[in-house]
């Protein structure tokens, strides 16, 4: 039988291994934004291609289209549209579609984003401003753990890159609903309606089952135009879009060929994995590090970021996972030791995409604080990516 007769593989399977390799080439974009925003030579290029204005004036708040702009604002849909068919495909036809299957990983992706946000707001107190940054590190970035987790190969059992995947996945849709709620700011009524119709449509096309994957993108990226001109950040118009592309349920088998959401999904990876994600790292991962001293590394922001994010999200989903098992509301799975599941929380902890994204949100139009959040950030990141490491190589080997 040819491949093409079998259709694509199982869009976990590629999840897990594009994942991986793509962890490895967000690193390697972060690295690189970092050392031209370094270089005398390169780093007032890198701020002015970032910041050139190259297209129309889309929405009158935003005013003229830049790179910087098109990337958070046009190419993160594409990643978020990415995120939303994810996100439809474990609910519909995969480990989060039964009832039983969610309350792990909810309970510990609830708690991985509570205690967090609790963690920062402790630090930044009262401080006028700096408690709209809460949310910052919240979110894990599942393609930089998981390619840590590659990095160790087989002491890192599949079980374990599961039950991260899994609670990522949940993560995510907590990260969605908290750009959508948090950070929308003033509603712009015509625009919002317009949003409205496009959703209508794409509810109707999805009811009369349209397979055809071009009438939703086309509608999409309509919907794209008005969520961007209502306030409400643009990105949700890839979650909303995802949520009406059609799926064909195969469960215990490789996705079906005739799916339009497996279709999609395994065209888009690639282009997250290796372009999109990156290009954000790349655009927004560049912080100035001359000058930097002891004040401006023990700012508030700084080290509620990062504190936020190496504490806050293993003490959250390690308690969590820990507490539900000794209560009996779920069983720890099978096969993985406590201590492996402590290395899994430590890596959940890189918050690297999703918590610079975020912070860009929360302080617009401030340098500064934006660049304590990717202090912050790659601070808290790389501790957790280091310690995260450390304990899943050690507990591996221990037990091998």
Same mark, same amino acid.
């Given at each position: ?27 390697? #974009?972060?690295?690189?934004? @970092? ?7 390169? +780093?007032? *290029?890198?701020? %002015?291609?970032? !910041? ?15 790179? !910087?702009? *098109? ?29 039983? /299957? ?9 708690? $991985? ?5 609790? =963690?920062?707001? @402790? ?7 700096? /408690? ?7 979110? =894990? ?18 079980? @374990? ?6 609670? #990522? ?44 994957? *071009?009438?939703?993108?086309?509608? $999409?990226?309509?919907? &794209?135009?008005?969520? @961007? /001109?209502?306030?409400? %950040? ?15 349920? =195969? ?14 999904? %395994?065209?888009? !990876? ?23 001293? *002891? ?24 308690? +969590?996972? &820990? ?15 406590? =201590?492996?599941? %402590? ?23 401030? +340098? ?33």
């Amino acid at each position: 039988m040819t491949a093409a007769r079998r259709g694509p593989t199982s869009a976990l399977r590629d999840f897990l291994r594009g994942e991986a390799a793509g962890g490895f080439v967000l690193v390697a #974009a972060a690295v690189l934004a @970092l050392v031209i925003a370094n270089l005398p030579a390169t +780093a007032d *290029w890198y701020a %002015h291609v970032l !910041h050139a204005e190259i297209g129309p004036v889309l929405a009158p708040a935003l005013g003229p289209m830049t790179i !910087h702009l *098109w990337i958070n604002d046009g190419l993160m849909a594409l990643f978020f549209l990415f995120v939303g068919l994810e996100i439809k495909r474990e609910f519909v036809d995969g480990r989060l579609a039964r009832r039983e /299957q969610r309350r792990l990983p909810f309970i510990a992706a609830a708690a $991985g984003m509570a205690v967090p946000a609790l =963690t920062y707001l @402790l630090v930044v107190g009262d401080r006028v401003g700096l /408690q709209r940054g809460w949310a910052i590190p919240a979110a =894990t970035d599942i393609a930089f753990a998981i390619g840590v987790m590659a990095m160790l190969g087989k002491r890192v059992p599949s079980s @374990l890159k599961l039950l991260l995947t899994t609670v #990522a996945i949940v993560d995510d849709m907590g990260a969605v609903a908290i750009i959508a709620l948090a950070y929308t700011e003033e509603i712009r009524a015509a625009a919002l309606l317009g949003a409205g119709v496009a959703l209508a449509l794409l509810y109707v096309m999805n009811r009369r089952g349209v397979r055809a994957l *071009w009438p939703y993108l086309a509608v $999409g990226a309509v919907l &794209w135009l008005f969520v @961007l /001109q209502s306030g409400v %950040h643009a990105t949700i118009a890839g979650v909303a879009t995802a949520a009406f592309v059609p799926l064909v349920p =195969t469960p215990g088998a490789p996705d079906a060929p005739d799916s339009p959401l497996h279709r999609l999904e %395994h065209a888009l !990876h690639p282009w997250v994995a290796y372009a999109i994600v990156p290009l954000f790292a790349f655009a927004n991962a560049g912080v100035v590090l001359g000058g930097i001293g *002891w004040s401006e590394l023990t700012a508030p922001v700084v080290i509620g970021v990062a504190l936020g994010l190496f504490l806050g999200k293993q003490i959250g989903i390690f308690g +969590a996972l &820990w507490g539900v098992a000794r209560l009996g509301i779920a069983p720890k799975p099978h096969g993985i030791s406590w =201590t492996q599941v %402590h290395g899994m929380a430590l890596l959940a902890g890189i918050g690297f995409t999703m918590s610079l994204f975020i912070g860009d949100l929360a302080f617009p139009g401030d +340098a500064l604080l934006v660049a304590e959040v990717k202090i912050g950030v790659l601070a808290g990141s790389l501790l957790s990516a280091a310690a995260g490491a450390t304990v899943l190589a050690v507990s591996g080997r221990s037990r091998r």
